[in-house]
């Protein structure tokens, strides 16, 4: 019995490594595919999109889109599909629209198409000098949905995005703060976001701070004097 799950897993790592080595064939031929493959709708993920960034995280401990680089795809897959990989995930995040987290009931899910757009603008960040100054206002309100699902901290761009549009980037964590003093009030759980803003986002605190005080005076109870 043992010889035959031996024979059995012999098989099936065969069958995965012919299957592998026609994919890698295939993209080779056609690097477009994976940067604007056919029939895959807008906000969508195809296949082979897929079976990349599978091969780009193996082996991550981190978040599931921090500290990858599409670069490493380079020597499996050649410098032309791995271009084509960067190509797609920064072009992404512009067509998939996450919900924004107090909207989202099932908000501890990571939905593939959002790590995916996550991934992009990572990718993003790094690749041009001049992120996010370019952005337009609906690039501005899609990235900051992005920033909000970060689950693991806020995304390493969130303090570019803040020196470029700082008022955009303190009323998105402000409705996060004022959603989590909700939900405390409510006997729920609170996320992290309290430590990430104390922790990892210095340069939000002259912007919130006023907001969490008056916050405060509003609606915690009045203690009666003795």
């Known amino acids: 019995k043992n010889e035959e799950y031996r024979r059995q897993g012999e ?3 065969a069958k995965n490594e012919r299957h592998r080595n026609n994919f890698i064939l295939k993209v080779k031929a056609n690097p477009e595919e994976i940067r604007n493959p056919l029939g895959v709708d807008a ?15 193996k082996g991550n401990t981190n978040y599931l889109a921090k500290g990858l680089d599409w ?5 499996t897959f050649g410098t032309d ?12 995040w512009r067509t998939y629209k996450p919900a924004f987290f107090s909207e989202d009931e099932n ?18 960040s790094k690749e041009r000098a001049d992120f996010p100054y370019y952005f337009s206002e ?15 901290g806020f995304p390493d761009w969130i303090e570019k995005m803040y020196f470029a549009f700082p008022e955009k980037v303190i009323e998105v ?11 405390q009030g409510q006997g729920q759980h609170v996320n ?3 430590h990430d803003i104390v922790y990892r986002a210095p340069w939000s605190h002259s912007g919130l701070t006023e907001r969490v005080y008056q916050w405060l005076k509003a609606n915690e109870p009045h203690r009666e004097k003795d």
């Open 11 to 13: 098989e099936r790592r």
């Open 138 to 152: 609906t690039d501005v309100d899609r990235a900051l949905l992005y920033a909000n699902r970060e689950i693991n």
């Open 81 to 92: 599909v791995a271009v084509a990989f960067r190509d797609a995930v920064m072009a992404f």
């Open 173 to 183: 964590l402000w409705k996060n703060v004022e959603y989590e003093f909700k939900k």
């Open 71 to 75: 670069r490493e795809l380079t020597n």
């Open 43 to 57: 906000g969508e993920i195809s296949n082979g999109q897929c079976y990349l960034y599978q091969e780009l995280n």
């Open 107 to 124: 908000s501890n899910s990571i939905p593939l198409k959002l790590i995916f757009g996550l991934l992009g603008l990572e990718t993003e």
């Open 192 to 194: 992290q976001i309290f």
